[in-house]
Each structure stands twice: as C-alpha cells, then as structure tokens.
C-alpha cells in the first residue's frame, strides 16, 4: 500500500510540508537518488514554476511511497496504525470524540465566524481515504443526528 504525505501527515499528526520531506527521504534512500532542495511548500518540491510564479509541470518527486519504505526511513510502523484507524476509529473514545464533536463543532463555529448560514461537514480527505465507507457513512450519520442544520457530504 502507498501512502501519501497527506496521510501520514494526517496518521503522524505534523505539517503536510513535514509529511512530504518524509516521503522524498524514503524514496531517495530507496532508488538511491540525491534529495532535492529544502523548500517552503510542497508545490515547491511537487510543480515547476515559470518566472510568473504559475505552476508549469509536475515534477517526478513522487506525493506517495510504500509503507514499508516509510516504515524503514522513520523507524516506526506505520502499517499497524493505519490498521487502528482503519478498524478502530470509531471505538476509540479520543478519535471518536475528536471527529464526532471536536471537528464538526470546530466547523460549525468556523462558519458562524465567518459569516456563513450553512455550513458543510466533510471528512478531512486524508481520513476518508484510511477508513472504511462503512464508518464514513456511519460519521455521516451521527454528524445528520448531532448536527442538523448543517449540511453533511460523506
């Protein structure tokens, strides 16, 4: 399985950029290539730009790599949590709490700050993609029970 740096940023709870410096270690040190230069963004490591700052082509740095060359450049595995939270999100009291209340709640104040009179629910996109559609739809139903004026997409 490839896992992105949006997910192990997500799995390893640390910034995207961080995630991604991650992902081009493993794969230099696994095909043996030079590390590119430190960047400030992922767009900096992932496109080349022209000289008006719009993005050209894709770069060949890849966003995604192996489990298991994660797990060899980190020194972690990975492997058994992305299992945890692909069997046991919904059954552990911190993750439950964090996107039954937290997150949706944090949403819904978001949107009142800014003026909105709806807001939308999703799952974070780097959660949706390690969990089953079972427990998205399962989410998707709480959120309709806890949250009814909001607007849930799952």
Same mark, same amino acid.
């Given at each position: 399985?490839?896992?992105?740096? /949006?997910? !192990?940023?997500?799995? @390893?709870?640390?910034?995207?950029?961080?995630?991604? $410096?991650?992902? +081009?270690a493993?794969?230099?040190?696994?095909?043996?290539?030079?590390?590119?230069?430190?960047?400030?963004?992922?767009?900096?490591?992932?496109?080349?730009?022209?000289?008006?700052?719009?993005?050209?082509?894709?770069?060949t740095?890849?966003?995604?790599?192996?489990?298991?060359?994660?797990? /060899?450049? !980190?020194?972690?595995? @990975?492997?058994?949590?992305?299992?945890?939270?692909? $069997?046991?999100? +919904?059954?552990?009291?911190?993750?439950?709490?964090?996107?039954?209340?937290?997150?949706?709640?944090?949403?819904?104040?978001?949107?009142?700050?800014q003026?909105?009179?709806?807001?939308?629910?999703?799952?974070?996109?780097?959660?949706?993609?390690?969990?089953?559609?079972?427990?998205?739809?399962?989410?998707?139903?709480?959120?309709?029970?806890?949250?009814?004026?909001a607007?849930?997409?799952v």
């Amino acid at each position: 399985m490839k896992l992105s740096y /949006k997910q !192990l940023a997500f799995v @390893l709870d640390i910034k995207s950029i961080r995630a991604l $410096e991650h992902i +081009l270690a493993a794969h230099c040190k696994a095909t043996g290539q030079e590390p590119p230069a430190p960047a400030e963004t992922t767009n900096e490591y992932l496109f080349n730009f022209n000289d008006k700052g719009e993005k050209t082509t894709r770069t060949t740095w890849p966003d995604a790599v192996e489990v298991a060359e994660l797990e /060899k450049h !980190l020194g972690i595995s @990975l492997q058994s949590a992305i299992d945890d939270i692909r $069997e046991n999100y +919904l059954n552990r009291s911190a993750t439950k709490k964090w996107i039954l209340c937290d997150f949706p709640q944090n949403k819904i104040k978001l949107a009142a700050e800014q003026g909105k009179k709806n807001c939308t629910l999703q799952i974070p996109p780097a959660l949706k993609s390690l969990i089953s559609p079972a427990v998205a739809a399962q989410i998707g139903q709480e959120w309709k029970k806890r949250f009814p004026k909001a607007v849930v997409k799952v």
